[in-house]
């Protein structure tokens, strides 16, 4: 099994825009509210720090420490680097994978969302069944 700690969301991480609010031509509504968002959780946590992240939401970062063995690395790549994954948890699925391919290139060779295991397959193995 996997081991993950969850850091709280960090304002001062960042936040990341969706696709679609590029696309729409909302950047600088979503940056307004992300920063109104971040200031108001500044101003709560002055009062009470624990209900600050109240205040704040999904699109803000926050960090994540993963360990993982390869095989559980497989799992993540099967599910989270699919086409029907969320498009940001795509990114990141794909980003470790990434990771763990440099230091392990041979181990992590047929990583890859379900929807391209086959063609990987036949870039390994050829398309003799």
């Known amino acids: 099994m996997s081991t993950q700690i969850l850091g709280p969301y960090d304002p001062a ?10 696309e729409s031509g909302s950047e600088d509504l979503f940056v307004e509210v992300m920063e109104a968002s971040a200031e108001l959780g500044e101003k709560i ?26 095989r559980e690395m497989y799992h993540v790549s099967r599910l989270r680097e699919d086409l ?7 990114r990141i699925a794909a980003e470790m994978v990434r990771q763990a391919k440099e230091v392990a290139p041979v181990l992590m060779t047929m990583a890859v969302g379900k929807h391209d295991f086959e063609k990987r397959r036949i870039e390994v193995y050829g398309d003799d069944e």
């Open 84 to 90: 029907h994954a969320q498009w940001d948890i795509r």
């Open 13 to 22: 991480l960042g936040w990341t825009i969706p696709d679609s609010v590029l």
């Open 45 to 70: 946590a002055k009062r009470n720090p624990a209900a600050a992240a109240y205040a704040l939401t999904n699109g803000h970062r926050r960090r994540v420490v993963f360990k993982a063995n390869a």
